[in-house]
């Protein structure tokens, strides 16, 4: 059985193809250093776009780079209907996605706690040979 692709899901991966290079050759602003576009979702109507994007650096550098991309969104988006064939492109809503924060936060945590079981094993096995 082929599996499915929708129309929505196919243009959303397309636009975050274009993006990633748009953002990366054409936009200019200072503030927009290391970006990366981790996905695009769509609406149905393809009238909306949001483009969750991840960056190097603190919160502030993420801040500054929301807004220099929220600010570029109309070239981008002129920019990405030159570059797709489709008779309208979706409004872009830039979103900064912090699960890759939330992620690393949650392994930390884990590593913490596995090294602190660890520590209290080793204490009570020198207490139980004495």
């Keep these: 059985m082929p599996?499915?692709?929708?129309?929505?899901?196919?243009?959303?991966?397309?636009?975050?193809?274009?993006?990633?290079?748009?953002?990366?050759?054409?936009?200019?602003?200072?503030?927009?250093?290391?970006?990366?576009?981790?996905?695009?979702?769509?609406?149905?109507?393809?009238?909306?776009?949001?483009?969750?994007?991840?960056?190097?650096?603190?919160?502030?550098?993420?801040t500054d780079t929301q807004k220099a991309l929220d600010r570029a969104a109309g070239f981008l988006r002129h920019a990405l209907g030159q570059e797709m064939a489709m008779r309208s492109v979706p409004q872009l809503h830039f979103i900064y996605d912090e699960s890759v924060e939330r992620g690393m936060h949650l392994s930390k945590l884990i590593e913490d706690a596995c090294a602190s079981d660890r520590q209290d094993g080793d204490d009570e096995d020198e207490s139980g040979q004495s």
């Design 3 to 62: 599996k499915e692709f929708s129309r929505t899901r196919r243009v959303g991966e397309q636009i975050q193809r274009e993006l990633a290079e748009l953002i990366r050759n054409e936009v200019k602003d200072p503030r927009v250093g290391m970006v990366t576009i981790q996905a695009v979702r769509v609406t149905r109507d393809l009238g909306h776009a949001k483009v969750y994007f991840t960056v190097l650096g603190d919160q502030q550098s993420a």
